[in-house]
């Protein structure tokens, strides 16, 4: 399978396009596109996220960039290995991923950061591509409950198989090992749902598996 990505038009999700283009009225210095992965290809590691924040990856077209997700997802990144370089909160900040690959289970921005299930279905294809290209990987990690079934789903097993939970890890067989985190929002941070603690536990247990300690 070649690697498939959504092109600045996409039209699949109607919802979506509209959003997208009141989006480019009311921002106009800002990416509303569909927002590309981030990170090379051979990556060992791939990140899952749920989908661009407006104000985030929606504005500078890189994922988990520009909010409070994006800073620390991407500090966790530097400490364990997978980052290097300043995080400023923009595309053009000089951060570089280290064995780490990022993309979002929706590439375009949803209305209410919450896309239904049409557009999560309708955008798992570019999902299933980017699993099968990647000729290292030995690791996804989904942040939240949607990437987590994306993920599953696009690797070709039932969700109902292989319940979400924070840390837990699954062994499908052929596939890389599919780890979970509660996602990196505000709202989980702020309520102490997701700890710095908790986020960095399931970033140990990823760098042992790819060490093989």
């Known amino acids: 399978m070649q690697l498939l990505a959504p092109d600045r038009e996409c039209a699949q999700c109607q919802r979506l396009a509209a959003f997208r283009a009141e989006n480019r009225r009311s921002m106009p210095s800002a990416h509303n596109a569909p927002v590309p992965s981030f990170g090379r290809i051979d990556a060992t590691l791939l990140i899952v996220g749920l989908a661009p924040g407006l104000k985030g990856a929606n504005r500078t077209g890189r994922p988990f960039t520009g909010d409070h997700?994006?800073?620390?997802?991407?500090?966790?990144?530097?400490?364990?290995?997978?980052?290097?370089?300043?995080?400023?909160?923009?595309?053009?900040?000089g951060m570089v991923l280290d064995q780490c690959r990022i993309t979002n289970a929706v590439r375009c921005v949803p209305p209410a950061n919450r896309p239904i299930a049409a557009e999560i279905t309708a955008c798992r294809s570019f999902l299933a591509a980017e699993l099968s290209?990647?000729?290292?990987?030995?690791?996804?990690?989904?942040?939240?409950?949607?990437?987590?079934?994306?993920?599953?789903?696009?690797?070709g097993y039932r969700p109902a198989d292989f319940g979400f939970a924070h840390g837990a890890e699954h062994e499908l067989p052929g596939c890389p090992t599919v780890v979970?985190?509660?996602?990196?929002?505000?709202?989980?941070?702020?309520?102490?749902?997701?700890?710095q603690a908790m986020f960095d536990d399931v970033f140990a247990g990823i760098r042992r598996r790819l060490e093989g300690t």
């Open 69 to 93: 997700a994006g800073r620390m997802l991407y500090d966790t990144l530097a400490r364990f290995g997978f980052a290097r370089g300043p995080y400023g909160g923009e595309a053009d900040d």
């Open 180 to 195: 979970d985190s509660y996602h990196c929002s505000r709202q989980n941070t702020n309520t102490g749902r997701l700890t």
């Open 133 to 155: 290209v990647m000729p290292g990987l030995r690791a996804v990690l989904a942040l939240g409950t949607v990437a987590h079934a994306s993920v599953i789903t696009a690797l």
